[in-house]
C-alpha cells in the first residue's frame, strides 16, 4: 500500500462525540412487522433502520423501489380479473395470503440491504432497540397505507 | 516453602515478583505487591501499568484511566500506557478518543501488526467495516500468522459474509496456535456454522476450564447448552437456516398444503394443522422458557 493509502487510513473516522454505532431492530422484529403489517410495515422499519444507521441517502432508491413494486403489486392483486394478462394466471381466493407471501419477499429484501449490520451486531453481541413501539407503530402504518392503496389507488 | 510478603522485598525483587504474580493472572496477590510498590515509588512506570491493567481486568474502569492519566503525565510516549488507554477509552465510549490515540501510536509505531488490529477492532465496534477490513490487511502485510490478526480477519469476513475466507482464515489461526482463547472462539464459531454444536459446546467447556473467570465464556456454554439440549432438536433446521427456513415452510403450508389438503381426509388436515400450530407455538416458547429450566 502506498503512503498515500496509509494517510488515508490514519485519517480519523469519527467525530468527537462518535458513540458505539446506534443498534436496529432484529430481523425477528422485522419480520414479524411484515408478517402483521404487511409490506409497507417492513419498508417503513427498514426506513427505521436506515435513519438509525444514517444511511437514509443511500437506501433511499431500494425503499422507493420496494414501495412502487408493492403498489404495483396491490393493484395486480385487485384487479387481476380486469388485468388483460392475468386470466392465464390461476390466482389463490385468499388475495390476503398473497400480500403477506409480498410483505415476507419485502422482508427478505430489506434484511439483504441491512445484513453486514445485523451479521456485526450478532457477532458482536450489541443489545437491540426495544422493537414494540416501532414495530407496532410500523404496523399500523402499513395496515393503513395498504387500505388506502386498495381502496383508493386502485379503485 | 512460605511467600515473601511485599514489604520485605526490595523494589526490583518486588517487580519481578508482580511480573510473575501477573503472567500467573493470580491478580489479588499482585494487587497487595503492587499496593506496597507504589506506596514507596508513586511514580513508578511499571506499578502504575500494572495497576490500571488490574483495575482494567477487574472492570474498574474509570480508576484504570486515572491511572493511566498519571503514568501517561510522567512519560506521555509510554507505549504500554497509551495501548491500554486506547482499550480504556473505547470501553469508556469515548470512541474518538481511542481513535485520535491508535493513529498516534500507529504514527510512532508504523510497523505493528498489533496496533492496525487495535484500530480494526475499534472500527469493526462503530460499523466502520470496510476500514476494519483496510486496517486487518495492513496487519496481514505486517504479521500474517499473528493469532489477534488472523481472527480479526476472520471476523470481517464472517461480517461481510465472505464464509470460505472466514474458514479459511480462521483454520489457520487454529493451526497455528492451537492453545490460544481466539483459537478457541474461532473454533465454536466454525463448529456452529457447520451445525456442530455439541462439538462446539465441548470446546466451550474445555475453554471454561481453563478460564473460569470469563463471563464471555460462560455466556457462550450456556448457550450451547441451550441449543444442543434435547428438546432443542426439533427446532434444528430453525436453528441452522434460520428465517429463510420459517418463511419456507409458512409458504409451504400456506400455498402448497391447502392444494395438497384436497386429496387428504379431514382428520389428516387436522392433524397436520394443529402440528403445525404447536410446533410455531414450540419454537416461540421453548427456546426463551429452556435457559430458565436448565
Redesign the interface.
Known sequence: ?TQNN?DD??T??????????PAIYS??AS?LTAFFGGPFAVIALTAVNSWR?DQVRRDIPVLALLATATIGMLFLLVRADQVPLMPFVEL?DDRA?LI??WA?AV??VS?LLH???Q??MS??ATPRPNPWPAGIGCVLIGIVMTRFVIDVVTP | MTETGPHELEYDALLEQVELLMQRRRYDQASRYIAEGLKRRPDSQPLLYYSAFLDWQQDRNADALGTVRRLLAIDPADYPGRYLLANLQAEL?D??GS??TW?SL??DY?DSASLYVGYGRL???????D?AR??V??AM?RDPHDDEVLFLAG?CD????RQSDATKHLETLIRHHPDKLASGYALIMLLEQRGRSRDALRVAQQLLRASPDSTTILDVVRRLKVQTHWSMVPLYPIMRW???F??GI??VM??LF?VVAKGLSSQVVIGITVTWFVYCLYSWVWPRLLPRLI
Not at chain 2, 123 to 129: E, G, I, K
Request: charged share 15%; glycine share 8%.
Open positions: 500500500m496509509i487510513l490514519l480519523p473516522t469519527l467525530s468527537p462525540g462518535a458513540g458505539q454505532a430481523l425477528t419480520m444507521l389463490p395470503l403477506k407471501a415476507l422482508f427478505g434484511a445484513q453486514r449490520f451479521r456485526n457477532f458482536s | 465510549g470512541f474518538a481513535e485520535q493513529i500507529l504514527r508504523p472500527m469493526l465496534n462503530t460499523l466502520n467495516v476500514k483496510r486496517l490487511a495492513e502485510r471476523l464472517l461480517v461481510d459474509g434460520g428465517w429463510p420459517a418463511i409458512w409458504m400456506a400455498f391447502p
